[in-house]
């Protein structure tokens, strides 16, 4: 690894590293990557025994990383810390944890499963399951708006597209939750100790289900997404139980814990700027695209990814070597000066707005960032539109996690009787 000037003197990328950080309220720590960002060049952060990363803040950093997968590789993983091997060989390896020729194959038979019909199918099924919901908030008068509303419509779209059985999802919902509820959270020892099994259990029990449903798709397939994926002939290649089996934990990830929470985050962010939401009621389907990618800019679910140098580069004067590791920080990139006009503004009618919400572009662009907007443009018109408005109350309770943007709970209250 290459040594990092920065250690000489103040060492600016400290902060990154000290485990209150990802605590702090969010001001302060967009402050301290605006601070990163006025750096000359990329900045290391230290992990601990002489190891740590450099960190990638500017919007033009990340899109180049993420443009040069042969030069930034996301093997052997995109997670902090890395995935074990063991957890590799045991679970298989996710899409976004691969490269190459292995990447493209299992990106292109997903990509072949989504067909014109089952994707109209799915949106379809988006606007009938958001009107549901907000019929049964508004019959119910719930309180907290991530398991009444947000938490509800990704994973029911998802299982319906998916053709899960009804009588599983309620464990599903439950081994998601257990999988992911410590993700780049800092814990005590007990508790590290104790969650990482907690957490493998829940995701091998989910894995081993839906390759459950998948065996029996090869036998009897249906019209659903399973089907599509297991009886799939692409270069004469379907995907196997362990493949299933991963790339379903990735969409649960991917498509439930990072649509819900921008949702959550647009919910607040609505709530917290009136005259946004104004607009956006002036003319809802003239402004609902533009409000929904500023929400998802101004949230980021996704507060960064690793990759692993595999070959010599050179970005903004600084030489990255073979084994180096660097951290794409989307949640800076997305507040880039340079890039986006007054960035810590909330504005539905920002344009451009290339945000990289889904990603900085190159082969690991999200696979499902249109049926995520459709969600949330879905949701957002069942919500503020029917005779009956809500709005979010207090701050989100936020999980502290350095991985992703992700809201525990947020209480909401009718704003009519």
């Not at 052997?76 to 691969?98: H, I, K, Q």
């Not at 029990?205 to 019209?223: F, L, N, S, W």
Request: charged letters at 25%; proline letters at 7%.
């Amino acid at each position: 690894m290459t040594l990092p000037a920065q250690r000489h003197g103040t060492d600016p990328g400290r902060e990154l590293a000290e485990p209150g950080f990802w605590q702090q309220p969010p001001a302060h720590r967009l402050a301290a990557f605006a601070r990163l960002r006025a750096a000359e060049g990329p900045v290391f952060v230290p992990e601990g025994s002489g190891r740590g990363h450099w960190a990638l803040v500017r919007h033009a950093q990340v899109q180049e990383a993420s443009r040069l997968p042969k030069v930034f590789a996301s093997a052997p993983g995109v997670t902090t810390p890395e995935p074990a091997r063991w957890v590799r060989a045991l679970f298989g390896d996710s899409m976004v944890n691969l490269d190459g020729p292995d990447h493209a194959q299992l990106r292109k038979i997903v990509q072949r499963a989504f067909t014109p019909r089952l994707l109209a199918a799915a949106e379809e099924d988006i606007h009938a399951v958001a009107a549901r919901i907000v019929d049964d908030v508004l019959a119910e008068r719930p309180d907290e708006f991530v398991s009444a509303v947000a938490s509800r419509l990704p994973l029911e779209v998802i299982c319906n597209m998916m053709g899960i059985p009804e009588h599983y999802r309620a464990e599903i919902a439950d081994r998601v939750n257990h999988a992911s509820e410590n993700i780049g959270v800092e814990r005590g020892l007990a508790s590290r100790l104790r969650m990482p099994g907690r957490g493998l259990r829940a995701l091998a029990r989910m894995q081993r289900m839906v390759a459950g449903i998948g065996r029996e798709r090869r036998k009897h397939p249906t019209d659903d997404l399973i089907s599509a994926l297991v009886c799939a002939n692409v270069d004469g290649q379907a995907l196997g139980a362990r493949q299933l089996g991963a790339f379903f934990s990735l969409l649960m990830v991917a498509g439930v814990e990072t649509t819900r929470n921008a949702i959550t985050h647009g919910l607040s962010l609505l709530t917290d700027h009136p005259d946004q939401r104004d607009l956006l009621l002036s003319d809802f389907e003239k402004y609902a695209d533009g409000a929904v990618d500023e929400m998802i800019r101004h949230s980021t679910p996704i507060i960064q990814f690793r990759r692993t140098v595999a070959a010599e580069h050179t970005m903004d004067g600084h030489v990255f070597r073979p084994g180096d590791k660097v951290v794409l920080y989307y949640a800076s990139a997305n507040r880039d000066e340079a890039v986006f006009p007054d960035p810590d503004a909330f504005v539905i009618t920002r344009s451009p707005n290339p945000h990289l919400g889904f990603g900085g572009g190159g082969p690991h662009f999200c696979l499902g960032a249109h049926l995520a907007r459709v969600e949330m443009k879905a949701l957002f018109r069942e919500l503020l539109t029917r005779p009956v408005g809500l709005r979010a109350v207090g701050l989100p309770d936020l999980a502290g996690s350095n991985f992703d943007n992700r809201v525990r709970s947020l209480r909401f209250v009718f704003e009519r009787p």
